[in-house]
């Protein structure tokens, strides 16, 4: 069940939640029960409420007790009992039903006009008849008191099929030249009112047969300054007692009459452009349905009560309005069919109760106990506000461990407390400002965060990592807007120094210790160079280049290639450069660029953090004496006078150092450990060795 409150009213929606497949077996079903909680928390108003893909049209049957619903695919109708909450029965048809008729109080007699002009009249066994129209139908009333079904469709007659004769009488002719979209019948007086795509109203006498007065709404409905393309054409039609009709009109309007009368007393417009498929009344209530959208407002004036807006998932057809009661179904373009409840419009059904009492136990648990107009204070605020003293009076109000107090008088008290307080916050802001002024300007672009770049630098690493899923992770970390104020928030700055960071979150000790590897391996890498050094190379490289660009003049030999120009980038290049920016200065003080060579036999690959000496004399031994070293070795001969080394790696140096010094340990507790007396008196049962003699 999903609780909204558009304009302040509580709407309930009963047919949102998810729902279980049918195919599913019992045992799964209490699985997905236990996991998931919108399952368990759903309400099932009425079991299996639902279509395969669409619903078209829904009724009540007169007495309450039944509702029938009609839908696709494949063409069929469904009949639901209220009081055992589920489906009675479910019949299928051979062509889409437009709309249908309940022409008994239970689900016993019932008529179904179909998009192929045909009408089937169903009885409570199946099936009774079914007979042509002659035209494609639109709608159909059935009047009580002469059984005659009125239909109307493609055509400016109006059909008359008795059902207690079973034959088609003369039909009504009437003025409009196009399609007949709708017929009602007031079930007061018997009026049978009829509206067509012209935009007008025709009332007819079921005693006489003739028309007796006629409308046009189109024009009340249409002023000077809209753009009109063609005629409004009425779509929907309804009584409201025996005076009062509303008329839905194609371009969103409904209008409000007095039978009396030949203008409207209200004329409410949707404001979206959409057809009106049905228009209800509850109390002094009116409900218009389009295809986005179900409106309530209040007949007198106009004004909006409340709205259920249909989304972008589906499309309204149907309203179905439950009398006396705040509940209606709403046939839609999904297999769903929607129950709303409201309870500011009437009770639930006799048949759902239960409905008043839920509603009425989610809005008590739905209040909260701390209220918007009051702050809660413990008595350490107190005492740093200074407002101790106010305790026992009606300032404080004691709860649990704390004091409710006016949020003003709080607020007054912290700027009081804190005279400073606003002054950071408005440096802050003009901070704030201008770095946002700044930030249209020419960035460099910078490889790590202002703040927590020891965090950024980890999770650069583990987007290099081999690891798949970290790599994703930290990527979408560094990337996500959500979490930019963790790098560029001074606020957000973590505190290495901290009790708390060393004991949870000791993440970046590898890194600093591979740096610091690094540091160190430097000295071993590298060879410095010198300044006289650095000159020489940088003479012999210009030299060099002074030489190549000497063309040679030989006529009689071939032509050569031209010689390659220097690289801007090269080495010597870069040291010229170096060279001339980083001159030493007058002061004995000054800082000098220090200059290092790789030494021979060196890898760059060697830095990542391992021990250079230990590599350095690994590498310079032979094959032969690194795997004696390293392990059992055995050498065996193939057939073809080939050797194979084979040899088991030694395990952890850590380990072995640990079991050394555990064998030591256990030495040392032996020499100290003192020896007991060797007269030690006899157990009392000790006979001596069994050589002994008596």
């Known amino acids: ?13 009963l047919s949102s939640g998810k729902s279980l497949p049918d195919w599913l077996s019992d045992r799964k079903k209490r699985a997905l029960l236990k996991k998931s909680a919108d399952l368990r928390r759903r309400i099932e108003l009425i079991q299996d409420f639902e279509m395969p893909a669409v619903s078209s049209t829904i ?20 009949c639901y009992e209220v009081d055992n909450l589920a489906m009675k029965f479910e019949r299928c048809f051979d062509a889409e039903v437009v709309t249908f008729e309940i022409l008994s109080e239970d689900y016993s007699k019932v008529v179904f006009l179909q998009c192929d002009r045909y009408i089937e009249l169903h009885t409570a066994e199946g099936k009774y008849y079914r007979l042509r129209m002659p035209k494609f139908g639109h709608d159909m009333k059935y009047h009580d ?14 059909y008359r099929l008795n059902l207690e004769r079973g034959q088609f009488q003369t039909s009504l002719v009437s003025q409009c030249s196009n399609d007949i979209n709708k017929v009602v019948i007031n079930p007061v007086h018997g009026l049978v009112v009829t509206g067509g795509n012209e935009g007008k109203l025709e009332a007819w006498d079921p005693r006489s047969g003739s028309c007796v007065a006629s409308l046009d709404c189109a024009m009340s409905a249409v002023s000077e300054t809209d753009n009109v393309n063609e005629i409004p054409a009425v779509t929907a039609l309804n009584f409201n007692g025996s005076l009062t009709y509303g008329v839905g009109l194609s371009t969103g309007q409904v209008l409000l009459y007095d039978i009396r009368a030949n203008k409207p007393f209200i004329v409410k417009d949707h404001m979206y452009g959409w057809p009106i498929k049905d228009v209800e009344f509850i109390g002094d209530k009116v409900l218009s349905l389009d295809l986005s959208i179900v409106k309530i ?5 106009g004004k909006l009560f409340t709205s259920i807006d249909a989304g972008d998932k589906t499309q309204y057809n149907n309203l179905c309005v439950v009398p006396n009661s705040g509940m209606f179904f709403i046939a839609n373009e999904s297999p769903k069919i929607q129950t709303y409840y409201i309870p500011n419009l009437g009770p639930a059904p006799r048949w759902c109760g239960f409905l008043d009492a839920l509603t009425e136990e989610l809005e008590e648990n739905s209040k909260e106990i701390a209220y918007d107009d009051y702050m809660f204070v413990t008595r350490n605020q107190l005492e740093e506000l200074g407002l101790t003293h106010l305790i026992g009076t009606d300032l404080l109000r004691a709860y649990m461990h704390g004091y409710f107090m006016d949020v003003r008088l709080y607020r007054k008290a912290k700027s009081a407390a804190e005279p400073f307080n606003f002054e950071q916050y408005k440096k802050k802001k003009i901070k704030e400002k201008l770095d946002e002024e700044k930030s249209n300007r020419v960035k460099i672009q910078k490889t790590l965060p202002a703040v927590n770049k020891s965090l950024a630098l980890k999770l650069i690493e583990e987007e290099k990592s081999a690891k798949k899923k970290r790599a994703i992770e930290a990527k979408s970390l560094l990337k996500d807007e959500r979490f930019s104020a963790l790098f560029k928030d001074p606020e957000f700055e973590v505190d290495p120094t901290a009790e708390e960071y060393r004991l949870l979150n000791p993440v970046l000790k590898k890194l600093d210790e591979k740096r ?10 590298f060879d410095e160079l010198q300044e006289e050094e650095v000159k020489s190379t940088s003479s012999s490289s210009s030299e060099d280049s002074s030489d190549e660009e000497e ?3 030989e006529p009689e030999q071939p032509k050569k290639e031209a010689p390659k120009k220097p690289n801007k980038n090269s080495t010597d290049d870069k040291v010229q450069k170096i060279m001339a920016k980083n001159k030493p200065a007058k002061t004995p003080t000054s800082s ?19 021990n250079v000496e230990n590599i350095e004399d690994a590498t310079k031994k032979p094959l032969g004496e690194r795997i004696q070293e390293e392990g059992d070795t055995a050498v065996e001969m193939t057939s073809f006078g080939n050797r194979t080394y084979s040899y088991t790696p030694s395990g952890n140096k850590d380990h072995q150092k640990r079991m050394v010094e555990l064998e ?31």
């Open 145 to 158: 008191a002469t059984c005659d079904l009125y239909l109307v469709g493609a055509s400016s007659e109006i």
């Open 297 to 301: 407002w209040n007949k007198e004036n």
């Open 592 to 610: 000098v660029t220090k200059f290092y060579e790789l030494k021979t036999g060196r890898e760059l690959a060697l830095l990542d953090g391992n």
């Open 1 to 13: 069940m999903q609780v909204s409150a558009p304009n302040n009213v509580k709407i309930y929606n």
């Open 59 to 78: 009724r009540l049957s007169s007495d309450g007790r039944y509702i029938l619903a009609t839908g696709i695919y494949k063409p069929r109708m469904r």
């Open 664 to 694: 030591k340990h256990k030495k040392e507790r032996k020499r100290l450990v003192r020896p007991g007396p060797a007269n030690l008196r006899k157990s009392k049962f000790y006979l001596g060795p069994r050589n002994r003699k008596f």
């Open 551 to 553: 063309p040679e003049s």
């Open 516 to 525: 610091q590897n690094i540091q160190k391996m430097i000295p071993h890498m």
